[in-house]
C-alpha cells in the first residue's frame, strides 16, 4: 500500500512540475520580506547544548553568537562576542568581551553570562548532549565584567575552533531561572535574528535584530523576517517551493534537484558538506561479547575486502551527485589533521574476492548491514557487497535507535554518516570515534595514544603528525571504509541571493533580496 501511495505523490510532483514550467513565476517572500524556509526534522529543543541535530547548529547560529567566529571561506578565527583574545599559556586562554553588546530582552551581554554558561556546559551533571565540546574546559573565572579566563584541563588546541562553533553564550538571568527546557521554547541570545513565535513541531519565526551589534564579522542581516518551518515529506517541500509556498530548500535527492534545476524560477547549488558517509566494521569483536557467536570483521582481511568492493567513486558520481568525492581517510579533507597519506582502497572486486578467500571465506559470507538515512545509497553498497559474495541484509533503523543498538554490542556493520558538527578539525571525528569511547569498534590503542596526543598537543607540527599516524593505521587495518563526502542540494528562489559553504550551516544572515 505505502509503495503505491508513493507512485502516486511522485505523479502529483511531476504534474505540479509541468505546471510550475508553464506558469509564470511565483514569488514567495520577496515581497513582503519574508523567507520561507523547510527542514526535514522536528526539533525537539532549540537549545544547543542539548540538541545535537545539523537543524539546531543552524538555529544556534542565527539566535545565538559565540566568543568566536571562523570565517567560512579562509577559516580564520575573528572575535566575535570577544573583543581579543590571547594564549595566557597552554592550559590559559583570556579573552576580553565586547562592550554593549545586548540580549535579545534588551539586557547587556557581559562576563557573567560568558562564565555562567561556559562552566554550565563543561560541568559534566549537566548531562549536555555536546558534553565533547566543552569537557576540556576546566573552569571559567571573571577577571572583570568584561574580562574571563577559560581555564583547560590539559592543552587542547582545538579550543578556538569549539568556542566558534559549538558554544553559544546565553544570558545567566533568565538560563539560570527557566532552565533548559523553558529555554528550549523560548530562547534568548545575542544573534542577528531573536525568535518571535514557536509552534513545536510546526515553524519558528524569527525576526531582524535591530539591535544586532554593528562590528559584527557575521555582518548585520538583511532579511527581515524568516519563517521556519517543519515538513518531514520531502515531496511536500519540492511542491511547495516550485508553486511559490517556499523560498528555500536542501538535501533534495539529486533526481529531484535535477528537475528543479530545469525551472525557470529556481536555482540549485550542489555544495559538498564536510558531512561523510562510512562503514564501521567490528574489528575489536565487541559483538563476541555480547552474546553474538561468529565476526568476521574481526579479521583484517575481511575488513580490507569491503574497502575493496565498494565503488565510491560511482556512488559520489551516479547517486550523491553534485561536489561529491570520495574518501579514503577517516575524515573530512579540509579538517586540520586530515591527512591523504594513506592506503587507498579503489575499486576492484577481483582483489576483495581473493582477499576473502585468503580470510577463509571462498564463498563469501552473510551479515546484516544496519543504516539509518539514504536507504538508496545504502542498496547500493549492498548490491556491491553481493557482487563480491558478502550477502548483507539491510535493515533500516531510526538514528537513535541504531545507535543504542551500537553502544550495546549488538551491531557489527553499518552504514553511517557524520557531519563534525561543522567543526573544522580531526578531533570533532576521528577522535570522536578511535578513543574507546562506546562508538569505538577498533579499540586499537595506538591509534587512541596517537589520536590523544594530536587532542592535546599544542605544536601544530606535532598534532599533524600524531594525526597522519592515526589516520595511516585506521586506514592499514582497514577499521572504517570511509566512502564519499555528502552534499546538500540547495535549492532556492532566483530572487535570493544565497550562499552555501562546505561546512553545511547555511547562512541565512548573509542572504538577501535581489
Same mark, same amino acid.
Given at each position: 500500500?505505502? /509503495?503505491?501511495?508513493? !507512485?502516486?505523490?511522485?505523479?502529483? =510532483? ?6 510550475? $514550467?508553464? +506558469? &509564470? ?112 574546559? /576546566?573552569?571559567?573565572? !571573571?577577571?572583570?565584567?568584561?574580562? =574571563? ?6 592543552? $587542547?588546541? +582545538? &579550543? ?355
Amino acid at each position: 500500500m505505502r /509503495k503505491g501511495w508513493r !507512485k502516486v505523490l511522485m505523479g502529483v =510532483v511531476a504534474t505540479v512540475i509541468t505546471v510550475v $514550467f508553464v +506558469a &509564470a513565476p511565483v514569488q514567495a517572500g520577496k515581497k513582503d520580506d519574508t523567507l520561507n524556509i523547510a527542514f526535514t526534522k522536528e526539533l525537539e529543543t532549540l537549545d544547543r547544548y542539548f540538541n545535537t541535530a545539523r537543524e539546531g547548529i543552524v538555529f544556534a547560529r542565527h539566535v545565538f553568537d559565540n566568543l568566536l567566529w571562523r570565517d567560512p571561506k579562509t577559516f580564520e578565527y575573528k572575535p566575535l562576542l570577544a573583543k581579543s583574545y590571547r594564549w595566557v599559556d597552554n592550559l590559559t586562554l583570556e579573552v576580553t568581551l565586547r562592550k554593549g553588546v545586548k540580549f535579545h530582552d534588551g539586557t547587556e551581554m557581559t562576563a557573567d553570562d560568558v562564565v555562567y554558561t561556559l562552566n554550565f556546559a563543561a560541568n559534566p551533571a549537566n548531562k549536555v548532549k555536546t558534553q565533547r565540546y566543552s569537557n576540556w574546559i /576546566k573552569k571559567v573565572v !571573571k577577571e572583570g565584567p568584561y574580562k =574571563v579566563k577559560i581555564l583547560l584541563k590539559t592543552p $587542547f588546541p +582545538a &579550543a578556538l575552533e569549539f568556542l566558534s562553533g559549538a558554544n553559544p553564550i546565553y544570558p545567566k538571568h533568565y538560563y539560570a531561572k527557566v532552565g533548559p527546557k523553558k529555554f528550549g521554547l523560548k530562547p534568548i541570545g545575542t544573534g542577528p535574528y531573536k525568535v518571535a513565535e514557536v509552534e513545536p513541531g510546526k515553524r519558528i519565526v524569527l525576526v531582524k535584530n535591530p539591535d544586532y551589534f554593528k562590528d559584527s564579522p557575521k555582518g548585520q542581516p538583511h532579511i527581515g523576517k524568516i519563517v521556519w518551518r517543519t515538513l518531514p515529506e520531502k515531496n511536500t517541500q519540492v511542491a511547495e517551493l516550485m508553486t511559490g509556498g517556499l523560498d528555500w530548500i536542501w538535501m533534495v535527492p539529486p533526481d529531484q534537484a535535477k528537475k528543479l534545476a530545469a525551472m525557470p524560477n529556481i536555482k540549485v547549488i550542489a555544495a559538498e558538506t564536510m558531512r561523510i558517509g562510512y562503514l564501521t566494521m567490528d574489528a575489536a569483536g565487541v559483538t563476541l561479547k555480547h552474546g553474538m557467536k561468529n565476526d568476521p570483521f574481526t579479521k583484517l582481511k575481511v575488513r580490507q575486502a569491503v574497502n575493496y568492493a565498494v565503488n565510491r567513486e560511482a556512488i559520489a558520481k551516479n547517486l550523491v551527485g553534485g561536489q561529491s568525492k570520495p574518501v579514503y581517510s577517516a575524515c573530512f579533507p579540509s579538517q586540520f589533521g586530515c591527512t591523504q597519506d594513506v592506503v587507498k582502497y579503489e575499486y576492484n572486486p577481483a582483489k576483495a574476492r581473493k582477499l576473502l578467500a585468503e580470510a577463509g571465506y571462498p564463498d563469501g559470507f552473510t551479515t546484516t548491514l544496519y543504516g539509518y538515512r539514504n536507504r538508496d545509497f545504502a542498496a547500493a553498497i549492498v548490491g556491491d557487497l553481493a557482487a563480491v559474495g558478502i550477502k548483507a541484509k539491510l535493515v533500516m533503523m531510526k538514528y537513535s535507535a541504531l545507535r543504542e543498538k551500537l553502544r550495546g554490542g549488538k551491531v557489527q556493520f553499518a552504514f553511517l554518516t557524520w557531519g563534525s558538527y561543522s567543526i573544522n578539525d580531526v578531533s570533532a571525528i576521528t577522535s570522536n570515534f578511535f578513543e574507546f569511547q562506546e562508538d569505538d569498534l577498533a579499540r586499537d590503542p595506538v591509534v587512541r595514544d596517537l589520536l590523544l596526543k594530536g587532542d592535546t598537543s599544542i605544536d601544530p607540527k606535532v598534532r599533524k603528525e600524531a594525526y597522519r599516524k592515526a589516520l595511516q593505521r585506521i586506514a592499514a587495518q582497514a577499521y572504517w571504509a570511509p566512502l564519499f563526502t555528502y552534499v546538500s542540494n540547495n535549492c532556492f528562489t532566483k530572487d535570493l541571493d544565497f550562499t552555501p559553504y562546505p561546512d553545511a550551516v547555511p547562512r541565512f544572515y548573509q542572504a538577501r533580496w535581489k
